[in-house]
């Protein structure tokens, strides 16, 4: 479990969080530019990666723990 736990935060370290500072701070979504550039809302996919993520890591941590 330890192991899926350190993925799910490494992906939505890597494609949620990270991509909505740099969105904060320069307007660009980072790696998520290619798929989200034309969109109206382009940080709308990196925070639902990294709610999914943060969701995912709560399940992970209580199916462990029981």
Request: proline content about 8%; overall charge positive.
């Amino acid at each position: 479990m330890k192991a899926a736990q350190n993925v799910v935060g490494l992906v939505g370290l890597t494609l949620g969080v990270i991509p909505l500072v740099m969105f904060l701070f320069t307007g660009r979504v980072g790696l998520w530019g290619p798929l989200v550039i034309t969109g109206p809302m382009p940080w709308i996919a990196p925070l639902l990666v990294a709610v999914t993520a943060g969701i995912a890591l709560v399940v992970l941590e209580r199916r462990d723990r029981a």
